[in-house]
């Protein structure tokens, strides 16, 4: 039976990444949308944070959409929108990939650390993260998700029967959302487009 990389639509490993590390828009966003089905995994108090990552998914796929050559990366993406005085997908870009790092951050920490629970690994991540930019209204709503994770055995187990495969392709799609993940933080901050 194929482990829970192997039935993505597109990973992060096959998401080109051109000149300058411009990224493709819409290899990223099938990615991404495989992502959140990992939450579905990790149970039902996962579902805010997996609808936050599909409507921001949806502002940047109606942004490209518009005019998918002139889109045709993130980094393209930002800069026209930018020009034309806009800024909803960039927002939701923005969005995204903090909401991304937190994924790659809780996941790494629980990679690498075998009998670290996943509550703790996700709680770490969410303070390293997406805490400073979520508002007291908002924080026990990702409190309580971190509180509802799996245990560490049943979530690896749903990932796929083969432990050591699950997490030999964890590591290799983990590694290129990293990559993904730090070259848009790179370009949000020496754009300025972290302060809209």
Not at 12 to 39: H, R
Not at 98 to 103: A, D, H, I, S, Y
Not at 106 to 111: A, D, H, I, K, S
Request: proline share 4%.
């Amino acid at each position: 039976m194929p482990d829970f990389f192997e039935t993505m639509q597109r990973s992060y490993v096959d998401v080109p990444v051109g000149a300058n590390d411009y990224i493709e828009v819409q290899p990223f966003l099938e990615a991404t949308e495989s992502l959140t089905k990992l939450f579905d995994s990790m149970g039902a108090a996962f579902g805010p944070v997996k609808s936050d990552l599909l409507g921001n998914i949806a502002k940047i796929r109606t942004r490209y959409t518009e005019n998918p050559a002139k889109n045709a990366t993130l980094q393209e993406l930002v800069i026209t929108e930018r020009a034309e005085g806009k800024k909803t997908a960039t927002e939701g870009l923005l969005w995204l990939k903090r909401g991304l790092e937190f994924t790659s951050k809780g996941l790494r920490r629980n990679l690498d650390d075998k009998n670290e629970e996943l509550n703790v690994s996700f709680n770490k991540a969410y303070e390293a993260t997406l805490s400073k930019h979520h508002s007291f209204m908002v924080r026990p709503v990702f409190a309580l998700a971190m509180k509802a994770c799996p245990y560490r055995k049943d979530f690896y187990a749903r990932l796929g029967t083969d432990e050591a495969k699950v997490y030999a392709d964890m590591e290799k799609w983990l590694s290129s959302l990293e990559r993904i993940v730090g070259t848009l933080n790179t370009f949000y901050t020496q754009g300025g487009y972290e302060k809209l």
